[in-house]
């Protein structure tokens, strides 16, 4: 169908941060559409991400950044009703490639989900669950103890390993998620709003562990909040819904992509700065 | 009600400069939720009645049956059927009635709870999943005695090689039929109970379905899934009428039965031993029909208290 919608500006040749060269590319997405039956969620999105950056997604709800961010790990698999199409590479791998299996791509690609979602057992086989389904050998003890640590959880729970997970506080129970995400030692970790059901401090706590997390994993974050994405991003992508012009249904668009510095001190697109500046959404 | 000022008797709430607020305007008027405690009234009638019903059933039960039990306890319990009052005992319906409790559970559980995670875990949304579900809903409300009919035909006449024709097989078998919607139904909310982030966390983390649903969902889904286990089989040690259908007897004696005699040949159970005293003459034999009611009760009474106790230790387990 012939789209009315201006198109995406999106800037990746320039990056003007830190790093002196472009750094490696993660995922490469083009022409990216995900449907819910016949619905089209997610209008051709594209746009790359980056090795050990955190890039996050902003946008009014219903603009479909988690949608994208779940195609990151084919997590819309789940849905019957869910379908991909486009193109999505991982490290120039086909995500989508009849022979990729989703349960092997989410052991490289983990992700932290918007509410804490801890197992109803223990501290220590909340995060020993995914080494042991994935069949990683060596001292699953040791193993427990760096995960926690690395989530900076450590001190508070080491003499409490064996009580249940549902005992913690919110903001700890995600980072008991995000230490149960890095456990199985991925290369990339997607966070769908993982502060949003969080107080201002534990959020804080968060954002301090993603910029120390940067150093050994990409991050891909979905947030509703600005300040965030301004806080702890290298780039960030902005999405919108528009309605579509013949059916009137509301689907999401990228319109923005650039470092994050830009995005929110000179954004290229006039609809970006009435969101980032509070105008709108 | 005494207002606060004279010139704003009707909203004390309004308070302006100088104007207190007193105690009046913050009493609770009853009045203004007549229909409130109506309902609640109306509420405790119920749960008033239920009990009183409940309460009634026990206490003439066990009034009835206090004769026999007192007198013989222990005979009555060991004792196989009789053409005595005096001897005649429940020992053969209360080896029936744990012989077909075991065989339902061997067969019904399995089978139910297997069905159950099919149809939440893995069956796709069709419309020959919905009729399925449907379906399973309708038999759950199939009265028992058509179970019998079908427990007649297809067990002790169809397959009466295996079974024996009427026997403890047959019945257990017809018994597991007339369980198995309600298993199914109980597990299949037990896992749609289950919240869909857990699922997520645990494929989040590169778990196959069948991790997630062994590691993640059956465990979490257990409690309600034994609880509505353990409630089928009460249920089944219950019934009469399915039993009366496939053959059980109302006396026999065969001496001692060998292994297979005693799943294979002729059995009763305890709802049969009550409707079978309840038939006899009331003048000698009035107690003994409510004294085996008694044993059906305490035998149902403690499975559904072992149930409780499970599903507090399971949820124990889980940290809830």
Redo the contacts between chains.
């Keep these: 169908m012939p789209d009315a919608l201006p198109s995406t500006v999106v800037n990746t040749t320039t990056p003007t941060n830190a790093n002196a060269e472009t750094p490696d590319t993660v995922f490469t997405v083009r022409d990216l559409n995900v449907y819910y039956g016949d619905f089209r969620a997610v209008v051709d999105v594209g746009l790359e991400v980056y090795e050990r950056e955190i890039t996050a997604f902003i946008g009014p709800s219903g603009c479909g950044k988690s949608t994208v961010l779940r195609c990151f790990?084919r997590?819309n698999d789940?849905i019957?009703i869910a379908r991909v199409e486009g193109t999505l590479l991982y490290h120039d791998i086909d995500l989508y490639h009849e022979d990729v299996d989703p349960?092997?791509?989410?052991?490289r690609i983990?992700?932290v989900?918007q509410?804490p979602?801890?197992?109803?057992?223990?501290i220590y086989d909340n995060v020993a669950?995914?080494p042991k389904?994935?069949g990683i050998g060596g001292d699953l003890d040791e193993l427990v103890e760096t995960s926690l640590k690395g989530a900076g959880l450590w001190e508070e729970v080491k003499d409490r390993l064996d009580?249940?997970?549902?005992?913690l506080s919110g903001g700890q129970q995600q980072r008991l998620?995000i230490a149960?995400?890095i456990a199985?030692q991925p290369d990339v970790l997607l966070m769908d709003e993982p502060c949003s059901a969080l107080d201002p401090i534990a959020t804080g706590t968060i954002e301090e562990l993603m910029r120390e997390m940067k150093n050994q994993y990409t991050i891909v974050i979905v947030t509703h909040n600005m300040q965030q994405a301004a806080r702890v991003s290298d780039r960030t992508a902005f999405f919108t819904a528009e309605a579509d012009e013949s059916t009137g249904q509301r689907r999401g668009k990228l319109v923005e992509y650039d470092d994050t510095g830009l995005i929110f001190s000179n954004p290229a697109d006039k609809r970006t700065e009435a969101y980032v500046t509070g105008r709108f959404g | 009600m005494t207002a606060t000022t004279p010139d704003t008797p009707k909203s004390p709430l309004k308070t302006g400069a100088g104007k207190r607020l007193t105690l009046d305007a913050l009493k609770r008027d009853r009045s203004d939720d007549l229909t409130g405690q109506v309902f609640l009234g109306l509420l405790l009638l119920a749960v008033a009645i239920a009990g009183a019903m409940v309460l009634a059933v026990l206490i003439t039960v066990a009034i009835d049956a206090a004769d026999v039990l007192s007198t013989q306890f222990w005979d009555f319990l060991n004792n196989k059927s009789s053409s005595d009052p005096a001897r005649a005992g429940v020992a053969q319906g209360i080896r029936g009635s744990i012989l077909i409790a075991g065989i339902v559970s061997i067969v019904a559980f399995p089978v139910g709870i297997g069905a159950a995670v099919y149809l939440e875990e893995y069956a796709s949304d069709t419309k020959l999943t919905r009729l399925i579900e449907v379906t399973v809903r309708n038999l759950a409300g199939v009265p028992s005695i058509v179970y019998g009919l079908l427990g007649l035909a297809v067990f002790v006449q169809g397959l009466r090689g295996i079974t024996g024709g009427s026997s403890v097989i047959s019945a257990g078998l017809t018994l597991a039929l007339l369980v198995l919607p309600i298993i199914i139904i109980t597990a299949s909310e037990a896992i749609r109970a289950i919240p869909s982030t857990l699922r997520e966390g645990a494929y989040g983390l590169g778990a196959t379905q069948w991790e997630v649903i062994r590691t993640q969902v059956l465990p979490a889904a257990m409690p309600g899934i034994l609880t509505g286990a353990v409630l089928s089989i009460a249920r089944a040690l219950g019934e009469a009428a399915p039993l009366l259908v496939v053959g059980a007897a109302a006396f026999y004696s065969t001496g001692f039965q060998g292994q297979l005699d005693q799943l294979q040949g002729a059995f009763t159970a305890l709802p049969m031993n009550v409707a079978t005293f309840a038939k006899l003459p009331a003048d000698v034999w009035a107690g003994h029909a409510a004294a085996a009611s008694v044993v059906v009760l305490v035998l149902v009474f403690a499975i559904n208290l072992a149930a409780i106790i499970m599903r507090a230790r399971l949820t124990k387990k889980l940290g809830r």
């Design positions: 790990n997590m789940l019957d349960v092997a791509v989410r052991r983990g992700m989900f509410k979602n801890p197992f109803p057992k223990s669950f995914g389904i994935a009580k249940s997970a549902l005992g998620c149960r995400a199985v």
